[in-house]
């Protein structure tokens, strides 16, 4: 069967789906019955952390190996609240994936780049969505347009007089802003637009960027004024910090550049662009004040405990690195073993007496268990970080500041940066950066 977006209808015992045609290979149906495999990590972590998660898959067809990207999604009925609604959504719309599927080619007949659909699959149990998986090509030689443009600036900030650094930048914003203006023109509205919706790649010296986070796009016949507004407010939130005024103009002018239609009505849509960043301004900046008080508690000096199962050569780094930065703080490492049930209650009360009630102002769980936890909560501290997760009683009752990690959470070191993070800070190269 020859449909839904030139695909090849497939089935497997508990999957279904399509998948593009110079793909439906039995390598491929091999690669299905053991893809949940891939979004398990030694510590088995990964599909209890997010709702959602992001996997580079080897696929070797005619003796090429071809590297794909996996978005595993399981929607979060019982997450952070409590979505009871949920169940009867995902039986009449369609899942994420093939959300994505659909607009990825949808957007490629109006030659806006995304990376090329390959397949989606649905695994449902009793006509309700349980898990999705997305599957597009791998982007070699791809950053991130945030992680780009940080970096970018940086160098700048060191060289401000490098040309070529500065013709660089300029070409990136031109392309950012000529890219969210087609995609405008062609009447799609992203709904969560920012440059780390945006994927960065130079291939022999041609800058191609691509859209990525697809599934929240949604197509109008003739798109509304405050819809447009509303992702140029979000896109303007994402750089303010990144771009100078004469390069958020630049933006602009490539913007309207390539949505040529509302150049008369340029005035009309700025204005609106404005009316539309106050509350995400508000929004954020309640984020900005909380980061900007977690990081004077650690300045004037806190005890802090970091809780995990296992001690790894990343993690000694950080904490070196964190003490180096912040000398009046002190920076601790517990580790909690959990080998079995009745080693963790003859070590529980062990673990009781080093965290004493409140002998700690900060305690981040880099574990996530559900010991770990409990141990996060007994501490009294102040400040209770831990990751948010599936499990309703650790998300509300055990931690009082939740850390969503990002899809790409697979990755285990930006896992365990994600609460610094959190607390406005950044650590890249042995190097400390607040923000």
């Given at each position: 069967?020859?449909?839904?977006?030139?695909?090849?209808?497939?089935?497997?015992?508990?999957?279904?789906?399509?998948?593009?045609?110079?793909?439906?290979?039995?390598?491929?149906?091999?690669?299905?019955d053991q893809i949940d495999c891939w979004f398990i990590t030694g510590d088995e972590r990964s599909d209890h952390l997010r709702e959602v998660s992001v996997a580079k898959l080897p696929l070797t067809m005619n003796g090429t190996t071809h590297y794909l990207s996996v978005k595993y999604t399981k929607p979060m009925y019982l997450g952070v609240k409590i979505h009871p609604g949920k169940f009867l959504?995902?039986?009449?719309?369609?899942?994420?994936?093939?959300?994505?599927?659909?607009?990825?080619?949808?957007?490629?007949?109006?030659?806006?780049?995304?990376?090329?659909?390959?397949?989606?699959?649905?695994?449902?149990?009793?006509?309700?969505?349980?898990?999705?998986?997305?599957?597009?090509?791998?982007?070699?030689?791809?950053?991130?347009?945030?992680?780009?443009?940080?970096?970018?600036?940086?160098?700048?900030?060191?060289?401000?007089?490098?040309?070529?650094?500065?013709?660089?930048?300029?070409?990136?914003?031109?392309?950012?802003?000529?890219?969210?203006?087609?995609?405008?023109?062609?009447?799609?509205?992203?709904?969560?637009?920012?440059?780390?919706?945006?994927?960065?790649?130079?291939?022999?010296?041609?800058?191609?960027?691509?859209?990525?986070?697809?599934?929240?796009?949604?197509?109008?016949?003739?798109?509304?004024?405050?819809?447009?507004?509303?992702?140029?407010?979000?896109?303007?939130?994402?750089?303010?910090?990144?771009?100078?005024?004469?390069?958020?103009?630049?933006?602009?002018?490539?913007?309207?550049?390539?949505?040529?239609?509302?150049?008369?009505?340029?005035?009309?849509l700025l204005r609106e662009i404005q009316k539309q960043f106050i509350p995400i301004q508000q929004k954020y900046s309640k984020i900005e004040e909380r980061k900007a008080q977690n990081l004077e508690r650690?300045?004037?000096?806190?005890?802090?405990?970091?809780?995990?199962?296992?001690?790894?050569?990343?993690?000694?780094?950080?904490?070196?690195?964190?003490?180096?930065?912040?000398?009046?703080?002190?920076?601790?490492?517990?580790?909690?073993?959990?080998?079995?049930?009745?080693?963790?209650?003859?070590?529980?009360?062990?673990?009781?007496?080093?965290?004493?009630?409140?002998?700690?102002?900060?305690?981040?769980?880099?574990?996530?268990?559900?010991?770990?936890?409990?141990?996060?909560?007994?501490?009294?501290?102040?400040?209770?970080?831990?990751?948010?997760?599936?499990?309703?009683?650790?998300?509300?009752?055990?931690?009082?500041?939740?850390?969503?990690?990002?899809?790409?959470?697979?990755?285990?070191?930006?896992?365990?940066?994600?609460?610094?993070?959190?607390?406005?800070?950044?650590?890249?190269?042995?190097?400390?950066?607040?923000?």
């Amino acid at each position: 069967m020859y449909s839904m977006c030139n695909g090849f209808k497939v089935k497997t015992k508990h999957l279904k789906g399509y998948v593009k045609k110079d793909y439906q290979t039995p390598e491929l149906e091999a690669m299905l019955d053991q893809i949940d495999c891939w979004f398990i990590t030694g510590d088995e972590r990964s599909d209890h952390l997010r709702e959602v998660s992001v996997a580079k898959l080897p696929l070797t067809m005619n003796g090429t190996t071809h590297y794909l990207s996996v978005k595993y999604t399981k929607p979060m009925y019982l997450g952070v609240k409590i979505h009871p609604g949920k169940f009867l959504r995902y039986i009449v719309r369609l899942s994420k994936a093939e959300q994505s599927w659909r607009i990825a080619h949808m957007l490629l007949k109006n030659s806006i780049p995304v990376p090329a659909p390959v397949a989606f699959f649905n695994q449902r149990f009793l006509g309700i969505l349980w898990k999705c998986y997305y599957i597009a090509e791998y982007l070699k030689n791809a950053q991130n347009l945030n992680d780009y443009l940080i970096e970018l600036t940086r160098n700048l900030l060191a060289e401000p007089d490098n040309h070529s650094l500065n013709l660089t930048k300029k070409k990136v914003i031109e392309e950012t802003g000529a890219l969210i203006g087609k995609l405008h023109c062609n009447g799609y509205r992203h709904g969560d637009l920012g440059i780390g919706n945006l994927m960065i790649s130079w291939n022999d010296s041609i800058l191609r960027l691509y859209l990525v986070d697809i599934e929240t796009i949604t197509h109008h016949n003739h798109l509304p004024e405050k819809d447009m507004a509303y992702d140029l407010a979000c896109l303007y939130h994402s750089v303010c910090n990144i771009l100078t005024g004469a390069e958020l103009r630049c933006l602009i002018r490539a913007y309207f550049k390539a949505n040529p239609p509302w150049i008369p009505h340029k005035k009309r849509l700025l204005r609106e662009i404005q009316k539309q960043f106050i509350p995400i301004q508000q929004k954020y900046s309640k984020i900005e004040e909380r980061k900007a008080q977690n990081l004077e508690r650690l300045r004037r000096g806190k005890r802090v405990l970091f809780i995990d199962s296992a001690k790894e050569e990343g993690m000694t780094e950080i904490i070196d690195n964190l003490k180096k930065k912040f000398p009046l703080s002190e920076f601790t490492l517990l580790i909690v073993k959990e080998d079995d049930l009745f080693s963790q209650l003859c070590n529980l009360f062990s673990y009781l007496k080093e965290i004493k009630q409140g002998a700690y102002g900060i305690v981040i769980d880099w574990r996530g268990s559900l010991l770990t936890a409990l141990l996060t909560s007994l501490s009294g501290a102040e400040l209770r970080m831990g990751y948010r997760s599936r499990n309703f009683v650790k998300n509300k009752v055990f931690y009082n500041f939740l850390v969503r990690v990002h899809s790409w959470s697979m990755d285990r070191r930006i896992r365990l940066l994600a609460p610094l993070k959190a607390l406005g800070i950044q650590i890249s190269n042995n190097n400390i950066f607040i923000h």
